[in-house]
């Protein structure tokens, strides 16, 4: 199949390239000029120092969220002060294959004054929605378990911004 043709027809390639010289292996993603040492999980015998593949697809997920979040409210003209998120990938040991079955996104949002809470989850569900990343499982997105769990603050002063509040119980999917 060509480069940018899939089931769905014709896209924008995105590459990636992964090589090894002798026992460190190496990934980049041109054109970023930017290269990652790569592992094996700890549990395969890899290196805890450098990225495994499971936490680069955690990575992506939440990567993917953050920056639809901060386009979706800059479009709603927002003003994000923080945005942090402690996403979590589930990969039970028992279950063979051994594969992510799930991943939880925890973004803490920290905005100036204005939008309410409702509105602030409302966008969070508009940039899940349009994560390229997300979009890839299309409405299967539910059997992958890739879900959001939203903590929202106002920036009521200057220094109350340092850190982002802990996220609520409510997910949203």
Do not use: K, W
Not at 14 to 31: D, E, K, Q
Not at 77 to 89: I, K
Not at 137 to 156: L, N, S
Request: proline content about 9%.
């Amino acid at each position: 199949m060509p480069i940018g043709r899939g089931a769905r027809g014709a896209g924008r390639p995105v590459r990636g390239t992964s090589s090894t010289g002798g026992s460190t292996p190496a990934g980049s993603a041109p054109p970023a000029g930017d290269s990652l040492l790569l592992s094996a999980d700890p549990a395969f015998r890899g290196q805890a120092a450098h990225l495994n593949p499971e936490q680069l697809v955690v990575l992506a997920a939440a990567s993917c969220q953050l920056l639809s979040f901060l386009a979706v409210a800059a479009r709603a003209r927002l003003d994000v002060v923080a945005y942090e998120d402690d996403a979590e990938g589930v990969m039970p040991e028992g279950d063979h294959p051994v594969r992510l079955t799930g991943i939880v996104l925890r973004p803490r949002i920290v905005l100036a004054a204005g939008p309410t809470e409702q509105r602030v989850r409302h966008l969070v569900d508009v940039a899940h929605r349009e994560c390229p990343y997300r979009g890839a499982g299309g409405e299967r997105d539910q059997d992958r378990g890739v879900r959001a769990v939203v903590g929202v603050e106002q920036d009521h002063a200057a220094d109350n911004h340092a850190r982002p509040p802990s996220p609520r119980s409510t997910p949203h999917t």
